[in-house]
């Protein structure tokens, strides 16, 4: 929840108004993460003089108001540090108050933004107010503001640097946070730090930088000397080697030892870095990252248990801008929809050889031994990862014939639920930044089990900290509504059940019909986008003055009802329940008579005659159901009013039987004039507990 972007400019010259739009542009990116109130924070004109600008709503008030400014707009920066935010409320009703950047004082000393929650923060409001402080802000982000000041008006004799400040600050801190500080006794410098919210900071510079990663400081590391190049020994030339003091950064000195123009970013999210630079660092949690004269440092309090990298890799990003841009499409939402025949291909791309029948997941490789030998697989997710996972449950069961578990992570870690060496976990999260879900893996790693990481984003928590994994390489997806990513972390999952089954010959003929299945998926999903006019209509003229909507199905369908109706729900409002056609005489059935709308997904499998039971309890109670079936189907489409999709194999229909759910709710949506991809009260990358 919540996104952060930071820019500075270090002797690369540039106008006020490049850098105020440059961080609008920037939250823009980031506005998936949160939208009901947005804000920044740049140098005023003087070293003693941050302006603050905050507005309520979307990125474009923001816009609105910067622009209105009665400030220079054409006053050049040799350098300059600025910080925005776009915030999803977790603290306060969204109001200019309580938008960040929020500030230590009204002349504004020390300035940050903040994505997370602090738990401990009534703790430290009551010891501030105590002190004389006053807030202005119902936030927990302002107590931490004012107790950057406190600390430092405490300890000015101590003549203390900005990273031992923030460390201080860290310190008093409990809960899950990405900060950026931006001080007036500090000018020109920023301090950046995470502890569970994700962080990274993008470098763009016209010379190549001297290596390609950044070395970690511990404790007071700043003022030991090193050499530039390899070990010290005895042998080493005493002469010859030049002598490089740790206050340096070795990445940014230039060739001839003189400071080289750069810009950095910072961001929650590479999609607000990549149309500056394909150059990024992830910092990782507890990382102290400091900013200023054109150099970047990261700082740690302690070393971690494990030992830990003693430097932070600067990665290429591998999306391209178009990936996160509409093009043609009225909304993210429905261009991710449309962009599933692609996804899919590239999930499978370089891991299923459709010839040979053989799937190879490289980053599983060598924990297969490991994962055949457990006690039981536990899948552990949150909203629609959850639901791929119980997607594909069965198939995990039937070709690997473990014992398969299904926890929502924050149940799990409710319920402090056992866990053994010989368990594998497996966490599936778009973002790779779920709150919950890093939290369950934690608990796992600290109890010994494999822990497998399933996320679309290269550089998260989840891929870093977990043993092993496979990245759902469905591009950046940007509408909150999960679309894309969810039939591709069904496909992720489907082909690591394929891959630990390879070694069973009592399941090869179930597994060639499963990748062939693989195989005909996305000339198949093409086919059901093709009948998107149709549902429209659908939606149009029998939906759309609905106020609820029942979803029914079976064995591998019941994951589709339950994803299809949180769709609905999340972006058209309205309500709709998943309900698991064999338990329909167990209460649901109360609900249906002519008046309620019924959607049934009766897709040919063994569990078909079943469904057919649940038609005839609905239609005995003058039900009028919707019925989601295969072409061909002659006696359904003759008699019910119908959705006709390809047939594939049991396991992969769900692939294509949520198409026209998702594009259901979608023109619900629309046709309620509800904004698709921002829906009320949610945000995309849910970030906190």
């Known amino acids: 929840m919540c996104g952060i972007f930071g820019y500075l400019n270090y002797l690369v010259e540039r106008d006020r108004r490049f850098i105020l739009d440059t961080l609008v542009n920037g939250l823009s990116r980031l506005e998936y993460r949160g939208y009901d109130s947005a804000g920044l924070a740049a140098d005023g004109d003087n070293e003693s003089e941050t302006y603050i600008f905050k507005q309520v709503g979307k990125v474009a008030a923001l816009k609105k108001l910067v622009d209105g400014q009665a400030i220079d707009f054409e006053k050049t920066f040799i350098s300059h540090c600025g910080m925005a935010h776009t915030r999803w409320a977790t603290h306060g009703q969204p109001s200019q108050l309580n938008s960040h950047p929020h500030r230590s004082d009204p002349t504004n000393e020390f300035t940050i933004v903040h994505n997370g929650i602090i738990t401990n923060f009534k703790e430290i409001k009551t010891l501030l107010e105590k002190k004389g402080f006053t807030f202005e802000s119902d936030t927990d982000t302002e107590c931490v503001a004012k107790l950057t000041k406190y600390i430092y008006d405490s300890q000015k004799d101590a003549n203390l640097s900005f990273t031992s400040l923030v460390k201080l600050v860290a310190k008093e801190l409990e809960g899950s946070f990405a900060f950026i500080f931006k001080s007036t006794h500090f000018p020109n410098e920023v301090v950046a730090t995470r502890r569970g919210s994700p962080l990274l900071i993008g470098v763009k510079t016209a010379k190549k930088l001297k290596v390609d990663f950044v070395d970690v400081e511990f404790g007071n590391a700043a003022d030991s000397v090193t050499p530039a190049?390899?070990?010290?020994?005895?042998?080493?030339?005493?002469?010859?080697?030049?002598?490089?003091?740790?206050?340096?950064?070795?990445?940014?000195?230039?060739?001839?030892?003189?400071?080289?123009?750069?810009?950095?970013?910072?961001?929650?999210?590479?999609?607000?870095?990549?149309?500056?630079?394909?150059?990024?660092?992830?910092?990782?949690?507890?990382?102290?990252?400091?900013?200023?004269?054109?150099?970047?440092?990261?700082?740690?309090?302690r070393r971690s248990e494990n030992g830990g990298s003693t430097t932070r890799s600067i990665q290429t990003l591998e999306i391209e801008l178009a990936e996160i841009m509409k093009g043609s499409f009225d909304h993210f939402m429905q261009k991710e929809i449309y962009e599933q025949p692609e996804s899919v291909v590239n999930t499978m791309r370089g891991r299923v050889n459709f010839e040979q029948h053989k799937v190879t997941l490289g980053g599983l490789r060598g924990y297969l031994p490991i994962i055949r030998r457990a006690r039981r697989i536990v899948f552990i997710a949150c909203g629609t990862s959850y639901h791929s996972c119980l997607a594909t449950r069965g198939i995990f069961e039937e070709l690997s014939e473990l014992p398969t578990q299904i926890d929502l992570a924050s149940d799990f870690l409710d319920r402090k639920s056992p866990i053994f060496r010989d368990d594998v976990c497996v966490f599936v999260s778009q973002s790779g930044e779920t709150a919950d879900t890093i939290l369950a893996m934690r608990y796992c790693l600290e109890r010994g089990a494999l822990c497998v990481g399933i996320t679309n984003t290269?550089?998260?928590?989840?891929?870093?900290?977990?043993?092993?994994?496979?990245?759902?390489?469905?591009?950046?997806?940007?509408?909150?509504?999960?679309?894309?990513?969810?039939?591709?972390?069904?496909?992720?999952?489907?082909?690591?059940?394929?891959?630990?089954?390879?070694?069973?010959?009592?399941?090869?003929?179930?597994?060639?019909?499963?990748?062939?299945?693989?195989?005909?998926?996305?000339?198949?999903?093409?086919?059901?986008?093709?009948?998107?006019?149709?549902?429209?209509?659908?939606?149009?003229?029998?939906?759309?003055?609905?106020?609820?909507?029942?979803?029914?199905?079976?064995?591998?369908?019941?994951?589709?009802?339950?994803?299809?109706?949180?769709?609905?729900?999340?972006?058209?409002?309205?309500?709709?329940?998943?309900?698991?056609?064999?338990?329909?005489?167990?209460?649901?059935?109360?609900?249906?008579d002519e008046n309620m709308p019924v959607i049934l997904i009766m897709t040919k499998d063994s569990l078909y005659p079943k469904v057919q039971s649940a038609l005839q309890q609905v239609t005995a109670r003058k039900g009028q159901p919707i019925i989601i079936c295969n072409e061909g189907d002659v006696d359904i489409q003759n008699n019910?009013?119908?959705?006709?999709?390809?047939?594939?194999?049991?396991?992969?229909?769900?692939?294509?039987?949520?198409?026209?759910?998702?594009?259901?709710?979608?023109?619900?949506?629309?046709?309620?004039?509800?904004?698709?991809?921002?829906?009320?009260?949610?945000?995309?990358?849910?970030?906190?507990?």
């Open 229 to 301: 190049e390899a070990p010290v020994g005895f042998l080493t030339p005493e002469e010859g080697r030049p002598q490089l003091h740790r206050s340096q950064s070795r990445a940014f000195l230039s060739e001839d030892g003189m400071p080289q123009p750069i810009e950095f970013f910072l961001a929650s999210d590479a999609a607000a870095i990549v149309e500056h630079t394909k150059r990024v660092l992830y910092l990782e949690d507890d990382d102290i990252a400091h900013i200023a004269s054109g150099e970047l440092h990261i700082h740690r309090l």
């Open 640 to 689: 019910y009013k119908t959705i006709a999709v390809p047939q594939n194999v049991d396991c992969l229909q769900g692939l294509i039987n949520i198409i026209p759910l998702q594009l259901l709710s979608y023109h619900l949506a629309v046709i309620q004039g509800v904004d698709v991809d921002f829906p009320r009260n949610l945000a995309k990358s849910v970030t906190v507990e």
């Open 458 to 592: 290269v550089g998260s928590s989840i891929s870093r900290e977990s043993h092993c994994g496979v990245h759902i390489n469905a591009g950046p997806e940007i509408g909150v509504a999960s679309t894309k990513a969810y039939t591709s972390q069904y496909i992720a999952l489907v082909m690591m059940a394929l891959q630990l089954s390879e070694d069973r010959i009592s399941m090869s003929e179930r597994r060639k019909a499963i990748i062939d299945g693989l195989y005909r998926l996305p000339h198949q999903i093409k086919d059901v986008l093709n009948q998107d006019a149709k549902l429209q209509e659908l939606a149009t003229n029998t939906l759309s003055k609905e106020r609820s909507l029942l979803l029914m199905g079976r064995g591998y369908q019941n994951a589709t009802c339950l994803e299809g109706a949180l769709k609905i729900k999340e972006i058209s409002y309205m309500h709709s329940e998943g309900i698991l056609a064999g338990e329909l005489k167990h209460g649901p059935l109360a609900l249906v």
